[in-house]
């Protein structure tokens, strides 16, 4: 009797037959070619050629990527008589609030004209005047022009607040930053608001650019 990879080879064999295509080996190749019922041999498929899509040698991108980050502080006031300075008032803190923390800041410059493009986290600690922890994180995409002036916009998250909730917000900054001897100083004014609230925050820091990694 046949054994079943006979059986597996026989039963190959007539598909193949079937289907007019013969697989002849090729002699010192590194792959098969494959052969028609009218006697043409055709190489294998082979994986596709993809040098195309390379960049070609000694190319330059119109940009360079910069890193802006560093420290920021400054305070935030509660617009008004609404719900977020009713909250200050409650929780024994006035009106002003002081705010510390990083800005973490990437920058693409195009090497052309036209505006730099930039992306911002900025997480911050609030009232520690009046010995609260109030952590707040905002996120902004924004521009900045070849003379400093910028603005942004994104959302702001306020994990704690000062009645020990969170809120949520959306931020509307603009500013300008400094030329200091290759120490850029930033001037920012933000807007956040939301339906319990306006408040004002004013930022000011410093930052060393860095050519992004």
């Known amino acids: 009797m046949m054994s079943n990879r006979m059986w597996a080879s026989a039963l190959a064999a007539a598909l193949l037959a ?37 960049l070609p040698p000694g190319y330059q991108p119109g940009y360079v990527e910069r890193d802006l980050s560093g420290p920021r502080m400054g305070f935030t006031a509660a617009l008004g008589d609404g719900a977020v300075y009713r909250t200050l008032r409650e929780n024994d803190m ?65 994990a704690v607040n000062a009645a020990g909730g969170s809120s949520v917000g959306l931020v509307f900054a603009v500013g300008k930053t400094l030329d200091y001897s290759g120490v850029c100083i930033p001037i920012n004014f933000a807007i956040a ?21």
């Open 18 to 54: 079937v289907a007019g295509i013969t697989l002849t080996p090729s002699t010192g190749a590194a792959w098969p070619l494959w052969r028609t019922g009218r006697g043409s041999a055709q190489p294998a498929p082979s994986a596709p050629d993809t040098s195309a899509h390379r």
């Open 94 to 158: 006035g009106r002003l609030v002081s705010q510390f923390g990083w800005q973490f800041e990437h920058q693409v410059v195009p090497l052309g004209r036209g505006p730099q493009l930039i992306t911002e986290a900025i997480p911050l600690i609030g009232g520690v005047e009046y010995g609260k922890f109030i952590p707040s994180l905002t996120l902004a995409l924004g521009a900045r022009s070849r003379s400093g002036y910028e603005i942004g916009m994104g959302p702001s998250f306020t």
């Open 193 to 213: 608001t939301n339906p319990k609230g306006t408040r004002f925050t004013l930022l000011v820091g410093y930052s060393i650019p860095r050519v992004a990694r």
